[in-house]
């Protein structure tokens, strides 16, 4: 996609950073609009739209963060980026938690900050235009987050909105819950679309090999570094960077990562040159980074830096109705990939994933299903082809025995194959209507095959 040049207004109460802006931005092909006054900028919005409003955040007779949210007002779309001095940094961090798009400090570096800035900002606008009300287009990479759970459609909405911006992200969530596939979804969202997603998981190196691995090195800087290595920092620039298990992080390296993400700068190991870099951070954690914080092991301003908006991903047993849908997207896959033609659950074997807690969350449930796809030799998934240690009502039922309990560990009134029916009938409803009645696209979206949803609904009378 060629970059397409935009319009941009300038805010700013010092008329010299008005004129120098202009200036700059000019050179490049902007068509920029300056105004001093934030209450006449308003006006002025509220009769000639712009693509991108590059504002102060501190104005007189009205706040940088009020004149944002006017602006999002007339025009939800526009991107807004904030300039802001040293002493304002905390307070552009929460204009970000409230939807600008980026912050640049004065004085500012103009080919590094602010050009790279509007580049970035240019092309999500773009993209944005491209897309229009396209949703399908615009939401492919949520595709792979899979679920129908309000829970799941609050992570949805969350991704768009938090995309659009620049802002740091943590994520909380238990392993094997999808914390990478949200940070993907939200580069392949974002104007940093087309250029590198890089992740490192912290906890899987030593704190000198992460150190070498995050900053690079200089060769002869210890025993090893027969070479000079470049950073994977330095390799994501323009891009995303995934830092999944952040907590692991030693002392050291916070301290370093601190300085990236307030200066964006670096110095490789060993070397005296600061490389600069310009990167949005996406991070992740399994533990409750605030108790590492109050704990002393976790720095309390990287923690800020870190948590300008979090999103906390459900575990599976929290979110039960998501369980078909995900089991059918497996079995379809590896189906696929085994050449097996397997395409349905026997109603026990359903019942069996429905009732287990998955301690080890989707990444649990997708084993799950791809070693009994390979083991089973039927069409559909019966309760021996699970694996033997599998067994999500019989352990509770032997414990009960064992404490001399009589009841059952669900109701026993409960018609197994009536529940299995009324909830395949829920959702083979539900995919009709959202495909306006297109069988293919319905088994598309249940993630069976034609023939399988033309049996059942046949079976149901639907």
């Known amino acids: 996609m060629p970059e397409e040049k935009g319009k941009i207004l300038v805010v700013d109460d010092e008329e010299t950073m008005c004129e120098l802006l202009k200036v700059i931005l000019s050179r490049e092909g902007y068509e920029i609009t300056v105004m001093t006054d934030g209450l006449e900028s308003i006006n002025l919005f509220k009769k000639e739209r712009f693509d991108i409003v590059i504002q102060d955040i501190k104005m007189p007779l009205i706040d940088g963060i009020t004149l944002m949210q006017k602006f999002k007002e007339i025009d939800p779309s526009v991107i807004v980026i904030i300039i802001t001095a040293f002493s304002s940094d905390r307070i552009a961090v929460e204009a970000m938690r409230h939807g600008a798009y980026d912050y640049i400090k004065k004085p500012f570096d103009n080919d590094q900050d602010l050009k790279s800035t509007l580049r970035r900002a240019s092309r999500f606008k773009q993209i944005l235009k491209a897309f229009g009300d396209n949703r399908s287009q615009a939401d492919a990479p949520l595709r792979v987050i899979i679920g129908n759970s309000s829970q799941i459609k609050d992570v949805h909405d969350i991704i768009r909105r938090v995309s659009a911006t620049d802002s740091t992200i943590l994520?909380?969530?238990?392993?094997?819950?999808?914390?990478?596939?949200?940070?993907?979804?939200?580069?392949?969202?974002?104007?940093?679309?087309?250029?590198?997603?890089?992740?490192?998981?912290?906890?899987?190196?030593?704190?000198?090999?992460?150190?070498?691995?995050?900053?690079?090195?200089?060769?002869?800087?210890?025993?090893s570094a027969i070479n000079d290595k470049k950073g994977l920092l330095e390799v994501a620039d323009k891009g995303t960077f995934f830092l999944d298990e952040v907590s692991e992080l030693s002392p050291q390296i916070q301290v370093k990562l601190l300085r990236v993400l307030e200066e964006k700068e670096f110095k490789p190991v060993g070397s005296t040159e600061t490389k600069k870099v310009d990167v949005r951070f996406v991070t992740a954690t399994?533990?409750?980074?605030?108790?590492?914080?109050?704990?002393?092991?976790?720095?309390?301003?990287?923690?800020?830096?870190?948590?300008?908006?979090?999103?906390n991903i459900p575990p599976l047993r929290e979110r039960k109705d998501d369980i078909p849908l995900l089991a059918g997207y497996f079995l379809n896959k590896y189906s696929r990939i085994m050449k097996k033609n397997v395409d349905m659950f026997s109603p026990v074997s359903l019942q069996m994933l429905l009732n287990y807690n998955w301690p080890g969350n989707v990444r649990e449930l997708e084993n799950t299903i791809q070693r009994a796809v390979a083991l089973t030799e039927n069409k559909e998934i019966q309760p021996s082809d699970f694996r033997s240690d599998f067994r999500p009502w019989t352990d509770t039922l032997s414990d009960n025995v064992a404490l001399g309990k009589s009841e059952l560990p669900f109701d026993s009134g409960t018609n197994l194959d009536e529940k299995v029916k009324e909830m395949e009938i829920k959702y083979i409803l539900k995919s009709l209507e959202m495909t306006g009645g297109q069988l293919t696209r319905a088994a598309q979206l249940l993630q069976i095959s034609f023939r399988s949803l033309r049996y059942k609904i046949k079976k149901y009378g639907i």
């Open 171 to 223: 994520i909380y969530g238990e392993s094997g819950a999808g914390k990478e596939l949200v940070a993907r979804a939200i580069h392949y969202h974002s104007g940093r679309a087309g250029e590198p997603f890089i992740t490192v998981n912290c906890g899987a190196f030593s704190e000198n090999l992460l150190e070498s691995e995050l900053f690079g090195h200089v060769k002869g800087s210890f025993t």
């Open 286 to 311: 399994n533990t409750d980074l605030k108790k590492r914080v109050q704990a002393g092991t976790f720095r309390e301003d990287l923690y800020y830096r870190l948590n300008v908006i979090s999103i």
